[in-house]
């Protein structure tokens, strides 16, 4: 089917070639324009609607065109432009057998140009048709390094946005997860050493253990059904589950007013840093500090123990990236009597 563009083309070439033949003076060694010689450029600007339909079926058409008309007796100074353009299509095709086969056809043409025209035929006439030539055939090359440049950028994006969302993915699901089934093993292991001395706190740590496994299935749920716009839990609920495992938990927030990357990016912040906390230290305060700054929101996660240090896990580095994304910054170490986790955000993301 041919395009509009294509189209456009064509129209204007047969308004050019009727222009030409109008005002162009081809001298006393040609025909004189007439319907036959109009019929010839016509016919030549036409065939450029399947251009790139069947590019190199229009580049024989067009040459032939061009034998065509110069052995009737008529100057190509009109009829050759559609060859050319056929050409430079050609070249803009990866194919490199059709790029060959165009380049064949058209010297054939030229060949037969140079044999039949009634004109005289010098090294100046074949030197300028041999720099068309050339100049529609570097012009398609050019055109062709470039699309393939722009394929080969879009397959690099898509690649590079594909490796970016499966890492948020392994974010999301190490963040939410990780820390419902810490606090799961923390509460097992809670039930299994007073189960025969307190079973009425062991079932309740039984209970707890479902009411936070059914909060995971829910979380995951959502992960997988609305995971770019989802809102995290409300905060709360992330200091009933670490108070559940019967932690001394400390917490002093202001009320800030976030947007909506920001308030997911500290959230899970939040969640992993006292997540590392149940895992790294089994007795001792937990202290959550969260304010305002300027422009920016401070959480600091503080919890006590000795000889504490950063692990091998993807905790910290999960919290790197996340505050990274929303213009912040993560600082985690040992500090005097325990291990430090201090965020600072922008408030606007």
Known sequence: ??????????????????????????????????????????????????????????????????????????????????????????????????????????????????????GTVGPSELFSVVMVLLVSAAAGEAVRGRRAYAAAEQARAASESTMRERARLARELHDSLGHAVNVMVMQAGVGRRVFADNPEFAREALGNIENVGRDALGELDGLVRVLQDAPPPDFSVLVDRVRMTGRDLRVNTDEVTLSPDTGRALHRIAQEALTNALRHTSTGRIDIDLARVGDDVVLEVVNEGRNLTAGPGRGLANMRERAVLVGGTVEAGPVEGGFRVRATLPVSS
């Not at 060694?29 to 190199?56: E, H, K, M």
């Open 1 to 118: 089917m041919p395009t509009r563009s294509d189209a456009w083309l064509a129209a204007a070439l047969v308004v050019l070639s009727a222009v030409a033949s109008l005002l162009v003076d081809s001298g006393t060694a040609y025909r004189p324009p007439d319907a036959l010689g109009f019929g010839f450029a016509v016919a030549s600007a036409t065939s450029l609607l399947w251009r790139q339909v069947a590019p190199l079926a229009v580049v024989a058409v067009a040459d032939a065109l061009v034998v065509a008309s110069t052995a009737s007796g008529y100057a190509v100074t009109v009829v050759q432009w559609p060859a050319w353009i056929a050409l430079f299509t050609c070249f803009t095709v990866s194919t490199w057998w059709v790029r060959v086969t165009a380049s064949v056809l058209t010297v054939a043409a030229v060949g037969g140009y140079a044999a039949l025209d009634r």
